[in-house]
Nanobody
Framework: QVELVEFGGGSVQAGGSLRLGCVGTGNSKSRYCMAWFRQQPGKERERIATISDMSTTHAAESVKGRFTTSLDDQETRLYLEMDDLKPEDTAMYYC??????????????????WGQGTQVTVSA
């Protein structure tokens, strides 16, 4: 059973940067998908970045060019580098894990393993 723990959230002014991390323990699979989601108050959870175990990535239009996700496959550590943050990026950020393999599958998979979330607050 994989457990995920996020870290690195906090408060920052608009235009600033933050780096989120997610540590996955108990992973025994060599093929898997991971992703970052965020949820703003009163809104549905939004997938913002997807990465395969081969480090192929996809970013949502809302964050493309500003957010970069990367994976340390050896330790199942997922990162989200967030630059040029905007007040509308304020949300709870979650990492997710799936044993589905293949990047195309990663883009459509329904994740069933989640971290507890970390809050990001961007002030104007």
């Amino acid at each position: 059973q994989v457990e995920l723990v996020e870290f690195g959230g906090g408060s920052v002014q608009a235009g600033g940067s933050l780096r989120l991390g997610c540590v996955g323990t108990g992973n025994s699979k060599s093929r898997y998908c991971m992703a970052w989601f965020r949820q703003q108050p009163g809104k549905e959870r939004e997938r913002i970045a997807t990465i395969s175990d081969m480090s192929t990535t996809h970013a949502a239009e809302s964050v493309k060019g500003r957010f970069t996700t990367s994976l340390d496959d050896q330790e199942t550590r997922l990162y989200l580098e967030m630059d040029d943050l905007k007040p509308e990026d304020t949300a709870m950020y979650y990492c997710a894990y799936s044993t589905r393999s293949g990047f195309e599958s990663c883009l459509s998979v329904q994740f069933n393993t989640w971290g507890q979330g970390t809050q990001v607050t961007v002030s104007a």
